[in-house]
């Protein structure tokens, strides 16, 4: 039975036509891997946009793995319509709106408001709970600091090193790791001094080098970031810790912990950890 869905967003930078395959199905969301590599991402409406994402709206209670999409099944796309096996199910585009992923930050935005907003929000958060604190996590930790212990140290091949043991590590299709340099290039985005710019092209560099050890899905994440493309739940972060009185940080983070399992969380902590490392007088 053909199945058909108006989408209410999706990025303005999606391809304007494109030929894929089904690639993964959650609850939430299903992606595409066209044939030119690029991944494009159906969400559920009540998740936000973000880099190569279509919006839609699921009837009650029905998820993504229960419209009988299969992984592998073609998948064709216009300016109009994705039609995905043959037609049965069918996205129409005609109405939807097209979404920017843009934020405006002040050029000369001060450390100490940051600071205030920043820490004022999570003081000393530890954004895991005792379930959550397995092996995995607590290796990333470890990792994490030592990452961060040698970019103030200014050892170069340090860095290149920790920063190449967290791409692709953890589980799941969107490894840790990632999760965790996704938020930290973020933070390093949106700063804009000479010393964030500086380790930040180094992360790009490493990263450009290094993608394939990681998932498809992941490694396009981090390839976006690369791009300064960000999922809105990241921007509508920065936003509100740059803006003036940090109203709706807490709000905004509370969105960033509710994606995934754990992606949310340590994309958050990628955040926290990249602006605390440039802002916060240590």
């Not at 590599?37 to 709206?57: M, Y």
């Not at 216009?78 to 049965?88: A, H, L, V, Y």
């Not at 050029?107 to 929000?121: A, I, Q, Y």
């Given at each position: 039975m053909r199945q058909t869905f108006s989408a209410s967003s999706f990025d303005a930078n999606l391809p304007s036509e494109f030929v894929g395959r089904v690639h993964s199905i959650f609850s939430k969301a299903f992606n595409i891997k066209t044939e030119e590599?690029?991944?494009?991402?159906?969400?559920?409406?009540?998740?936000?946009?973000?880099?190569?994402?279509?919006?839609?709206?699921l009837p009650g209670d029905n998820d993504f793995t229960t419209l009988e999409i299969k992984e592998g099944t073609r998948v064709v796309g216009?300016?109009?319509?994705?039609?995905?096996?043959?037609?049965?199910f069918l996205i129409s585009l005609r109405e939807a709106k097209k979404w920017s992923s843009k934020v405006e930050i002040?050029?000369?935005?001060?450390?100490?408001?940051?600071?205030?907003?920043?820490?004022?929000?999570?003081p000393q958060k530890d954004f895991s709970t005792k379930q959550e604190r397995s092996s995995i996590s607590q290796e990333l930790r470890i990792?994490?600091?030592?990452?961060?212990?040698?970019?103030?140290?200014?050892d170069s091949a340090k860095i290149s090193k920790n920063i190449k043991r967290l791409i692709g590590f953890g589980e799941g299709l969107t490894p840790s790791g990632d999760d965790f340099l996704v938020g930290l290039i973020a933070s390093l985005y949106?700063?804009?001094?000479?010393?964030?710019?500086?380790?930040?092209?180094?992360?790009?560099?490493?990263?450009?080098?290094?993608?394939?050890?990681?998932?498809?899905?992941?490694?396009?994440?981090l390839e976006y970031a690369c791009q300064g493309r960000f999922p809105e739940t990241i921007l509508d972060l920065i936003e509100a810790i740059f803006s003036?009185?940090?109203?709706?940080?807490?709000?905004?983070?509370?969105?960033?912990l509710d994606?995934?399992?754990?992606?949310?969380?340590?994309?958050?902590?990628?955040v926290v950890e990249g602006l605390g490392l440039i802002v916060q007088d240590r």
């Open positions: 590599d690029e991944l494009i991402s159906i969400v559920a409406a009540e998740k936000l946009n973000g880099p190569n994402r279509i919006l839609i709206k216009t300016t109009q319509k994705i039609s995905i096996d043959n037609g049965n002040e050029e000369k935005t001060l450390s100490s408001r940051v600071r205030d907003n920043l820490f004022g929000s999570f990792r994490i600091q030592e990452l961060i212990a040698s970019i103030k140290e200014r949106f700063l804009g001094n000479s010393k964030s710019q500086h380790l930040l092209k180094k992360i790009k560099r490493i990263i450009n080098l290094e993608k394939e050890k990681t998932t498809f899905l992941s490694g396009k994440f003036e009185n940090g109203e709706g940080t807490e709000e905004a983070a509370r969105r960033c994606f995934g399992a754990t992606s949310g969380r340590d994309t958050l902590l990628g």
